[in-house]
């Protein structure tokens, strides 16, 4: 089994380091690390040290670090517009798209958007995705946190200003000839999805993200739902670029 990786505000600067807080506390405690056990630091940025367990103390470890690294920043960058869902699925959805290797999520309040996310609300919400990616950021080893932008409530308009900003932007849409697997990519800079919500894309959301330079494509014949649709599609894009 891989190390457990741990997310701090910056990397030891010596060799020795006191792991505290939340995560000293997860450590000591919810994972019961001992004494010669390895583990990951990671200020989310790309930054790792790797470490070993000297001593565990309550809610907190000290470690000795063996290895500091540095991952380049993914190139191009994966950004995934996700139409806000009812209940639980938006959060499902971050959490997969999280582990799979999204870069960067937009919270989209689509038209057919079921769940409004307007005042307190909405920051709210967003803040739970923002703790949703930070947790499985760690479970799958994540050395760079995927951010979550935007306002809560970004709308269509914001939205296909960010699409016609990117250096290529698809929709998922179902009635979409061209798919995604043969759809040309760019070599660098941000790669757009857009993923509707349970209702999917409107004709005139469609027609909106055309405009902007988007491009319609389709996954294979089923309708995936909204929690699995951006999933997918980042598995596909993740071979395309051999970052899998």
Known sequence: MSAPLFLVDSLPTGSSYTLDGPEGHHAATVQRLRVGEALILADGRGGTARAEVTAVGRGSVDVMVSAVGQEPAADPRLVVVQGIAKGDRGELAVQAMTEVGVDEILPWAASRSVAQWRGDRGFKARDKWTATAREAAKQARRSWLPVVTGDPDCSTKRVAARVSGAAA???LHEEATER??????PEQGDIVLLVGPEGGISDAELETFREAG????????AVL???TAGVAALAVLNSRLTRW
């Open 169 to 171: 932007a698809f929709v």
């Open 180 to 185: 995604l697997s043969t759809a040309a990519l």
């Open 214 to 221: 988007a491009t319609p494509v389709r996954l294979g014949t």
């Open 225 to 227: 739902r909204t929690s």
